[in-house]
């Protein structure tokens, strides 16, 4: 009997001892979190999002974007597109976009960017080598395309995104196309950006706005993303440009012409 008693309170006290253990694990863990400042929670998130994107060697995934114009009455009218994307890094690039004014196609091989304007049967081409981040990189310099989401996806996001930050805030908790995000803030000296990024072991951007400071009436752009597939498998063929029959090829300067907003429309002023 004393044995038993003896054995019975060696249990109890271990059982104890663990609990103890965790409880103190718990506070510890607790206390980390709350220590982080609002900041240092944005920070880590992005550069988790970050991580997360770098490692995808190919994504597919499907967009809704609006961007916003201002009319010298100062009235602001919303422009909406839909499109998808596929990638497969460092160099291979496949996208479309479809809105009201263009119903564009883009395609790079690694050589050869194609962009075709199936709304005007017509296509450019640039001969361009190189990675997708200086694809980008010379379309914004080069052609006037802002692709302002483009910066998601590069090879190093966080460098990107993180450059001439001001002030950064992890807001809490949001709710897109019914999947939990954290919700980021960011200012920069001409722009203040949201992010929204998946909880969970899949930290993807789910929704980014971007609002123009320097513009009066704040004009804002936002892509929604949604149908994230990583490591997408893609055909031979995906990323080989045909010319449709009949189109007719343009010179590279028509490609300004195929961005998100109707002829003459810029995001600060429509006419």
């Not at 916003?68 to 422009?79: D, G, R, V």
């Not at 001969?127 to 989401?149: C, F, K, S, V």
């Not at 029959?245 to 490609?255: C, F, H, Q, T, W």
């Not at 961005?259 to 002023?269: H, S, W, Y």
């Amino acid at each position: 009997m004393k044995a038993d008693a003896t054995s019975s309170i060696g249990r109890r006290t271990g059982v104890l001892r663990a609990v103890a253990a965790a409880t103190v694990l718990t506070l510890c863990t607790l206390s980390s979190a709350q220590s982080e400042t609002p900041e240092e929670g944005a920070k880590r998130i992005l550069k988790a999002m970050s991580d997360y994107v770098t490692g995808q060697k190919s994504i597919s995934l499907k967009f809704d974007s609006d961007i916003e114009a201002i009319t010298p009455q100062l009235e602001k009218i919303q422009f909406t597109n839909s499109g998808q994307l596929l990638l497969t890094r460092p160099d291979k690039l496949r996208a479309t976009r479809t809105g009201g004014y263009a119903d564009v196609e883009l395609v790079f091989d690694g050589k050869t960017l194609s962009a075709f304007g199936k709304n005007i049967n017509a296509y450019a081409q640039i001969e361009t080598t190189g990675t997708i981040d200086e694809l980008i990189e010379r379309l914004r310099a080069e052609h006037g395309l802002a692709l302002p989401a483009a910066d998601l996806l590069l090879s190093q996001p966080y460098e990107e995104l993180i450059a001439n930050v001001l002030e950064a805030k992890h807001i809490g908790s949001g709710v897109i196309d019914g999947v939990e995000c954290e919700h980021l803030a960011f200012r920069n000296p001409e722009t203040d950006w949201q992010l929204w990024v998946e909880m969970g072991d899949r930290p993807i951007p789910r929704k980014y706005v971007i609002t123009s400071k320097t513009v009066t009436g704040a004009p804002q752009y936002t892509v929604r993303i949604k149908d994230w597939e990583s490591n997408a498998q893609t055909e031979a063929d995906t990323f080989i440009f045909t010319p449709p029959e009949g189109a007719k090829k343009v010179d590279p300067k028509a490609l300004s012409k195929l961005d998100e907003l109707p002829p003459g429309v810029t995001p600060g002023e429509a006419q």
